[in-house]
């Protein structure tokens, strides 16, 4: 089946007696066990059923079945946010000595994660130059579990090689591990170019509506985890963590998502709601049309910044002068996303005035809502980082980051011009009640 009919029936049949279409929303804690025995057959693995909310629910589910078969995986884990299925990815795999070898252009909080988290838990995050296979092959040694790229980078709009990225990777024994957040799988499936784990944000595209905070991992099940034995004992060894279960023998294929269910969520304890998980089961039911008026939208927006004379810049993928142009006709089928970055002529203060007269556009720190956003990521998303840092990510100090809605195309364009017009003259009525303060 293709995208759209994925997104709205993979996962789910009525189940009896009710046969209700919807999917329902299961708000348990915990399941009722036949007997002793039964309940000692499902903590072993050896029956298939529920246990506790922490670990799977049946609403939860669906969700990660229909996410799964999006992407082309063998299954899928949903978590709380995007932060923590990426949490999970890593920690499921990595431990204290261990390295990921990453592309600079990544989201300010991931950054932050890789420079100040994980090196206190021993696991250390090596960024490469570029997002090369070259740049990143340079880092990887016998340590390394991971290579590690955002498919579109947020905001830097880059576009990885996935195929060469995986090649490189497995050239070394290593999965690749992206985040397809910015592209969704209705543009991209990472899987099916070799990446070997796919991490989402199910709070942007997938979810769509900016209500309901949520992450997934998706495993494309094909990464030969049982002929890494050495690099990766925690899947091929014994895991004490879990009464001596070897995950590579006991799952085969599903191995590493089974160890990101039982090994992470269930001690870590970063469960989706269920209720979230019904509302994120709304919006993945229309993504596929969300996604293609977002793009079309987008490439608009792109268009009519770029014959701007009050804008200096236009960073978008999709204007056959990009160096990432060839990249988005292969992996994107032409589609540059709708994120895209500019500049206002006048540096960084012209570009406050034009943030702080938007009327429409909302300002804020969120992508892939059907809403317009826009955001500075210098003093927001990457604000932790320092100024190299952010110069490497693509990030400027002056850059405004739109995430293009759904809306009428010309009301979008009506509100950056009359803000531009705002801006120049000098007259922006300052929106919030924090605006009027400052
Ligand atoms: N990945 C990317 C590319 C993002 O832009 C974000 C958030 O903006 C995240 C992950 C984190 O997602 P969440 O806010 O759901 O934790």
Request: aromatic letters at 8%; a negative charge; charged letters at 15%.
């Amino acid at each position: 089946m293709r995208t759209e009919t994925i997104a709205l029936h993979a996962g789910y049949e009525a189940d009896s007696p009710v046969r209700s279409v919807a999917v329902p929303i299961y708000q348990t804690v915990a399941y009722e066990f036949d007997s002793a025995e039964h309940a000692a057959a499902l903590f072993n693995l050896e029956t298939e059923g529920f246990r506790y909310s922490r670990i799977s629910n049946p609403t939860t589910a669906v969700l990660e079945r229909r996410v799964a078969a999006l992407e082309g995986g063998v299954g899928a884990l949903c978590l709380g946010s995007g932060q923590a299925a990426l949490h999970s990815a890593i920690l499921s795999i990595a431990n204290v000595g261990r390295n990921i070898v990453s592309v600079p252009q990544i989201y300010g909080t991931t950054h932050t994660l890789f420079s100040h988290v994980l090196p206190h838990m021993g696991i250390n995050v090596r960024f490469a130059a570029s997002d090369s296979a070259a740049d990143l092959e340079r880092l990887i040694d016998a340590d390394t579990m991971a290579v590690y790229c955002e498919c579109v980078g947020n905001p830097a709009g880059n576009v990885c090689d996935i195929e060469a990225l995986a090649k490189m990777a497995h050239g070394h024994g290593v999965p690749l591990l992206v985040d397809n957040t910015v592209a969704s799988p209705v543009l991209l499936r990472p899987i099916e170019f070799g990446a070997d784990i796919v991490v989402h944000s199910l709070t942007k595209f997938l979810g769509g509506h900016g209500t309901t905070l949520g992450g997934a991992i998706v495993d494309g099940g094909h990464f030969p985890w049982d002929q890494h034995a050495k690099r990766f004992p925690m899947l091929n060894e014994p895991d004490p963590s879990y009464h001596g279960l070897v995950y590579a023998d006991h799952f085969g294929s599903t191995a590493y998502i089974e160890r990101c269910r039982n090994f992470c969520l269930r001690t870590t304890g970063a469960a989706l709601a269920p209720l979230s998980a019904f509302l994120l089961l709304q919006g993945v039911e229309t993504v596929a049309l969300r996604v293609e008026r977002h793009v079309r939208n987008a490439l608009r927006v792109a268009e009519a910044l770029r014959k701007d004379s009050r804008i200096a810049w236009v960073n978008y993928a999709g204007f056959p002068e990009s160096p990432y142009y060839p990249l988005v006709q292969k992996y994107l089928g032409g589609q540059a996303c709708s994120l895209l970055t500019f500049g206002v002529h006048g540096g960084v203060q012209a570009g406050m005035r034009f943030y702080d007269a938007l009327r429409l556009i909302k300002r804020l720190v969120n992508l892939g809502d059907a809403k317009s956003l826009a955001c500075h990521p210098a003093s927001t998303t990457h604000r932790q980082m320092t100024p190299t840092e952010q110069a490497k990510a693509g990030v400027t100090p002056e850059m405004i980051r739109l995430s293009v809605g759904i809306e009428h195309v010309d009301d979008i364009l009506a509100d950056i011009n009359q803000a531009l017009a705002a801006a120049q003259a000098g007259q922006v009525e300052l929106a919030s009640a924090f605006n009027s303060q400052r």
